[in-house]
């Protein structure tokens, strides 16, 4: 998959660039009151449990009425008249009354907060999307992540002072994405400056955690590659939302796959219209899926180099943008008079972080979940422009962030997509007993020519894949099989992947190269019923590398069965370290992939069986027995399972138990190892013990805390409900803490509609599932009041009785 | 009445004071120390990986409701009325359980269902058909006051149990009336002696006195009548 840098160098294009140097005149920030210094006097604001909680509270001396609005009702919620002055002392004396939620003074709210940022005066864009009033909502959440795909970042700017989460640099390689650009730090900088700190510039969004990706290199250019890699990255580590003020005029099935894989993982992708004038959108900024975002002027028009058409789907400011710039060496600050810290510049890149920004406040709050409730908001709510509603020149208009945070989406989230198919994968070196090396010999040559060449064959039988019934097949000279799909991709991506090619088999999707040595070989073999019909790549070497590559992929007739096999792989990035093994259907909706971009994912030797299997039915890589397993064979008859687990996650069963590891959490392949277990340390005397217990090793143990945790789940049977009382949610799973020798009980949840209960599981241990059981009897009468004079002598008599009863008892048990 | 030693036979009801007027006690369920954590998925993360949890989907779903459930795993083996002559006490009999309250990484109580009307057998405890012991409690004060006479049975008299198979005779051998679990004075380990099955067959039914103040438990044990008999 390695690009040839210089050819895609050129076609990545950057925001168009500063027309004016220097940084505005400072100008101070008016005097503000911050809300919450002043209150209305004579004024409490009560929460309630019920209304007549609120009218009790008119005993209260001091309390003089109880003013109630239909818009509070609903909030439970009403005001109180007081004696003015006594607002905070009264307060403390309310606040713990019967049915009271809160109680606090009725706070006046200063309209438009103004920041105190030396240089906010310069900011005239801010107040063009109304950000001082969408400040008064919110200036943010700090548990929302805004990865910025670009130049890096300034990693010590102050105005990001404590605002960088890890990030990575693709272009040396690293881990500090430092910006010797330029460009990516100032688009940070609109997104997401840290606003009212009494200094610099205000950016949208004050409190957003930012991800830097750096593809972009001291240039200022960088490749489809590393961007489409650096998605896959921002949509695995937790963003919300992803800023591409990048772009180039033609599409790239990299970045279509990447925005998508990111906007189906739950991103709001933001890119750039592109700064050309031109009446098409440039990409990735075009697909469907991104929010493309065209420049407004310093007067709210459109600016002129802002593209066009029927892509752009909104409006910011990007002209004489003013924002943070890097402080050491940087590229602009040679090239365009840039100085350091702050600076201005021009460019649909300048406005697209004004949408990632307010994208990222509405992210924060509750109520969009979805990239497309978000962007719902956005648009609906934009300053229209030019032509009534949408128009070509500037989308749905000019960014309106107040009235996005008002908006309510009506959007449904889209509906979960079914497979049409499932694949078992029957893996060699871990599934030694299911699967064969059984090479086929072939010795037709397929006409296939070029780099990216392909050609489409007639199948010997129909092929059933992916739920479709196929009679013919492309082959592609970059290694895989497409049912309809484009034959001429070198660029591999994620399975499943929205770009072309789909409908695709994969044996070794890399940018290969037969022109430069190796050939293509087809054959059908076998009798009919039991004919498989094999593609093979002989000696094909990958693009620029010498060392040739030979593996075929086999298709069964009848059983509709693939198998991948690796005769000879030579060369380096030959064991998968740029490709995709896998599967892929549903129009690039569904997929099984085997690795991706993974070194040892195959091996000389190794046979991948992928089956394909109805819901429900046994998996056969259930049973896998792995090699190295051999010779210690445990003695216990209890069920154990040993898998392969990888960054792409998967739920592993050992019924009743399961673990679900989420995509992303492990950077690399390790060991997942359950055993069933009987006999465990026994836990406290108040729970109830259902007996089941599992031993999970993950080796080597990762370090997943910021990436989230793996999931614990459990099958429970109507027997484990009697036993526990009669109800899911009062059974939870525990682990042993080794550490301490004692259980802890994890906080679970259970899904009624499938009987699992699962929680995360903060270390791999033993895990076993229990009970909470009363410790009080069982209430069968009617609560009564005691403390009064009438039933003092009843209460004695009761006492009495009990002490007879406890003789009595005694008896008993003497005489049994 | 020698059975063979099936199915559910632990039991553990850690009993204790009635809510009214004795010390309620609140001792913590310990439900979860949960991880510092975001909210949990509601349903399994829906994700295009190698390997689908797909071996829960051939699986039916369990009843919620708790009477189906029991239906569904006992059927006619569940028990229907209790009858007790001396107590002129004929009632319908249903599954009663808990419900641990609160969230589960708070420190939450665990109550007990109400019976309503009817009497409730915790769904923990035995079958008339298997060897345990068969708890049973209902209400002494309020609704039917199924149970207000309880403290009134004496040795001797007969329970039954009607379930989908038959009538099961029981003797009562002891009636105790003991201070709520939590109370100054009072024997907890007791409640739990009368409520753990240790294996042998039996009934226990339980409820508050007295009616005024339920500062008490009374704890009635019966044994299958021929084993009274041969005795």
Redesign the interface.
Known sequence: MKIPRQALCLAVLLGLLASQFGAAPARAASGFATAGEEILPGQLVVGYRKVADANALLATEGVEGVLWRSELNRLGVAILSVEAGRELDLATQIENAPGIRFVEPNYRVTAALAPNDTLFGGQYGLDHVNAPEAWDITTGSTTTILAVIDSGIELTHPEFSGRIVSGYDYVDRDRTPQDVCGHGTHVAGVAAATGDNLQGVAGVNWQVKIMPLRVLDGYCLGTTADVAAALVYAADHGADVVNLSLGTSAPSTLMENGTYYAYSQGVTVVAAAGNAGSSSVFYPAAYPWVLAVGSTDTAGDRAAFSNGGSALDLMAPGVDILSTTPSGYFYYQQVLGTTSNYGELSGTSLSAPFVSGAAALLAGQPGFDWPDEIVEALTMTALDMDAAGFDNNTGYGLLQIDAALAYTPTVAPPP?HT?SA?YD?LNSPVCANLVEFNWRTTSTALPIFGSNGYNTFTLPFTFNFGGVDYTEVTVSANGYLTFGGAGNVPDNFL??GIAQPNELIAPFWDNLNPSAGGQIYGDTLGSALKRVYVVEWRNVPRASESGGLTFQVVLHEGSHEIQFQYKTLQGSGSTGDSATV?LEFDAGL?????GYNQRNTVAEGQAIRLRP?T?????L?DNCVEPADEGEAGNTELASLSRKAGP??????L?PF?V?L??GLLESEARLTLQLSDKEPPA?P???ELGAYVDIELTPSPDYASQG?P?V?Y?????D??????????L?LAYFDPATRTW??????A??????L???A?HFSTFGVFA?????????????A?DTAT?LP??L???M??L???A??RN?RRA? | MKRARVGLTAIAVVVAGCASGGAQNAAAIPVAPAPALAALPISFPEQPTVQEATQTAGLAPLPTSLAALVKTLYGERQIRQLVLPRLNIGAQVVPVGWLAEGAADEDGDVAWESPEGEIGWVVNSALPDMPGNVILYAHNNLYGEVFRDLSTLEAGDYIYLETGAGLWQYAVTEVHVLLVFGAAGADEDAFEEYLWPEGDERLTLVSCWPPVSNTHRVVVVAIPANDANGQ
């Open positions: 979960p497979p499932n994968i399975l499943p896998g569904s997929g099984v992939q085997v299997y819901t429900g039915e046994p998996l890589s792409e996650g998967g739920t592993f069963d019924m399961c679900n989420p995509a406290p108040d729970w109830v945790y999931i789940c099958r429970y049977t109507a027997q409900l009697l036993a526990g009382g009669g109800y899911a949610f009062n939870f802890r009980a994890l906080s679970t949840a899904d009624e509609g499938q009987g699992i699962y929680a995360y903060p909470a059981r009363p410790d009080t009897l069982p209430q069968t009468g009617a609560a009564f005691w039933c009843l209460l008599m009761a006492l009785l009990g007879a009863g406890w009595r008892r008993t049994t």
